[in-house]
């Protein structure tokens, strides 16, 4: 299990941005992630309000296929939340690994199409995204070995943003998930 605890933005200024992220550290791989979301049919996860909590993907990367699952923890009403779980494994054979989500009834709930670059920034690994059909994000993820806390560890989060020059970030500070931005924005 990895917690993760991190900052989304939307930015209009991908370019500029990009910049000054290039400033404070080092670009580790740019690559092209393809993430389809499931529900299993006895509980659709994309239902629990005011948000969901849970997340069940496919990612393909250009190198590996993972299964995900993700758990948010102390999940409050504005969707801010604590830190997330993560417990994922590398799938083998992804096209029969889609058979069986089938067979189980699960369904496929939407597809996120995103070109992401990955930064090393010390304390942070960001990510600038540009997600087919809503645009251009960055996410500041804290490294957990350098904060006493997840309190901390979001906060620097915050100030780090700052630093980069992104405005307003706590008003800002997108706490909805991609997937759930596209369904928005299709509905």
């Known amino acids: 299990m990895n917690?993760?605890?991190?900052?989304?933005v939307k930015i209009e200024n991908f370019d500029d941005i990009k910049k000054?992220?290039?400033?404070q550290g080092r670009l580790i791989k740019s690559i092209r992630q393809i993430d389809e979301y499931y529900v299993p049919f006895h509980r659709d996860f994309f239902a629990q309000k005011p948000h969901p909590t849970e997340w069940l993907r496919i990612r393909t990367n250009l190198d590996r296929v993972v299964f995900e699952y993700d758990k948010s923890i102390n999940k409050k009403p504005d969707g801010e939340q604590e830190y997330a779980e993560e417990y994922e494994t590398e799938i083998s054979n992804p096209e029969e690994f889609r058979k069986i989500l089938k067979f189980l009834d699960f369904k496929k709930v939407i597809?996120?199409?995103?070109k992401r670059e990955y930064w090393d920034c010390?304390?942070?690994?960001v990510a600038l995204d540009k997600i087919k059909g809503l645009g251009p994000f960055i996410e500041v993820?804290?490294?957990?070995?350098f904060f006493k806390n997840n309190i901390e560890a979001k906060i620097e989060c915050i100030n780090f943003l700052k630093k980069l020059g992104v405005k307003?970030?706590?008003?800002?500070h997108i706490k909805k998930g991609y997937p759930v931005l596209l369904l928005e924005k299709k509905n």
């Open 3 to 8: 917690k993760e605890v991190e900052v989304k």
């Open 20 to 23: 000054k992220v290039s400033t």
């Open 168 to 172: 307003n970030v706590e008003k800002n």
């Open 122 to 125: 010390g304390r942070f690994e």
């Open 141 to 145: 993820e804290a490294k957990n070995n």
């Open 111 to 114: 597809t996120v199409d995103k």
